[in-house]
């Protein structure tokens, strides 16, 4: 894949804004999906595929594909568009997710996710990640895993990864980017990284244990959602990631287009805000592409754990310092003079379990 000489650099973010409707429409997704491939210059060179990994977030199950919580179909929908009209095949753009992310081989059918009528629209194919179309690959600096069995599609030499999260808040993560999202590319089986009975914190520690009993009690007993201190919170989001730090190296995106044309806080999953943005934020880096677009939210890379413990492990840079951040004006692609006024103000709120911090974004100063 051939791209813009500024961005095809891991230290390189771009950030591009639509106008958006109200509601916002198709169109729109499509727009802001469009404008930044072309401000990214994208081309497929010939043989390669596209192989397009969005957050579908057991869309099944939803009433709709309109709710916030995955990326959209139509933002697909217009990054598809481009790339058939910019080198694809027509049979050579693939969706690879699993929209209904339970533990089971059962065939899906994506209803609910606007998905099948987008792929029937713009001749993308649907893929998902089942146990037989997977190849294991050895990570090269395991912090917990050794292996990780991933779907043929993503890994194979012709096939051009694109990584196309959703822009949202997350319970644990505190911030769920392009880092985040491949955790759904792997194995059904293995990808639950958000437990807290596993890896090296040792959470069955008797002691650990009965704190946590001892508080998730009391904040029942008070009627609340909130019962973690966040040195706690902050051991199990370590957890986490050093796991998604494993998958980062082994899943390794061309591209990562984050959509922020609706984002959503809250949860990450059913309790939450949308706010038609319009934004989208891209770079070959997953770590880069993750600290502007926490940045962007309101928080501080800084403070985000997943991003540290990337940073530490090599995967990129999460100093806001050493990234270069670019804007689009037009068709042109300039230097973000004033980044500081792209941000959310206030932060997008976190609804985190932590006490005190469920309301005020404790990870924004």
């Known amino acids: 894949m051939k791209m813009h000489p500024l961005l095809d650099d891991p230290d390189a973010v771009l950030i591009s804004r639509t106008p958006v409707s109200e509601p916002v429409n198709k169109a729109d997704f499509e727009r802001g999906a469009q404008q930044v491939l072309a401000a990214l210059r994208i081309e497929i060179e ?133 880092m985040k999202n491949l955790q759904g590319a792997d194995n059904n089986f293995d990808r639950h990284y958000c437990g807290s009975g596993s890896g090296e914190l040792r959470w069955s520690d008797p002691l650990v244990h009965s704190e946590m009993e001892r508080l998730a009690k009391r904040a029942r007993a008070a009627g609340t959602r909130a019962w973690l201190p966040r040195w706690m919170h902050e051991l199990w989001q370590q957890n986490l990631a050093r796991r998604l730090t494993d998958i980062c190296q082994v899943l390794v995106p061309r591209l990562n287009v984050v959509e922020g044309v609706v984002a959503r806080d809250g949860t990450g999953f059913n309790q939450g805000t949308n706010f038609p943005l319009g934004l ?76 005190g911090e469920d309301e005020e974004g404790g990870y924004a100063r």
Not at 106 to 116: A, K, L, N, Q, S
Not at 332 to 351: G, K, T, Y
């Open 46 to 178: 010939p043989g390669e595929n596209a192989v397009l990994k969005p957050n579908v977030t057991a869309g099944e199950v939803r009433e709709n594909g309109d709710t916030g919580i995955g990326t959209h179909a139509h933002f697909i929908g217009g990054l598809t568009k481009y790339l058939h009209a910019h080198g694809a095949r027509p049979d050579g753009v693939y969706v690879l997710e699993d929209p209904r992310n339970n533990n089971t081989e059962t065939p899906r059918t994506w209803v609910h996710t606007g998905y099948p009528e987008m792929a029937a629209e713009t001749g993308a194919i649907l893929r998902e990640p089942y146990r037989f179309n997977l190849v294991e690959r050895r990570v090269p600096n395991p912090l917990v895993y050794p292996v990780r069995r991933v779907p043929k599609l993503a890994v194979a030499p012709n096939s051009v990864l694109i990584n196309v999260p959703k822009m949202k808040t997350h319970n644990l993560g505190i911030t769920t980017l392009c």
């Open 280 to 355: 989208v934020v891209a770079g070959t880096n997953v770590v880069a592409v993750d600290t502007v677009a926490s940045y962007l939210m309101g928080f501080n890379p800084a403070r985000i754990v997943y991003l540290r413990i990337a940073g530490d492990a090599g995967l990129g840079t999460n100093d806001l310092r050493k990234i270069a951040v670019y804007e689009t004006q037009g068709n042109d692609v300039v230097p973000c003079r004033d980044l500081a006024a792209w941000r959310a103000n206030p932060p997008f709120r976190v609804i985190s379990n932590v006490l």
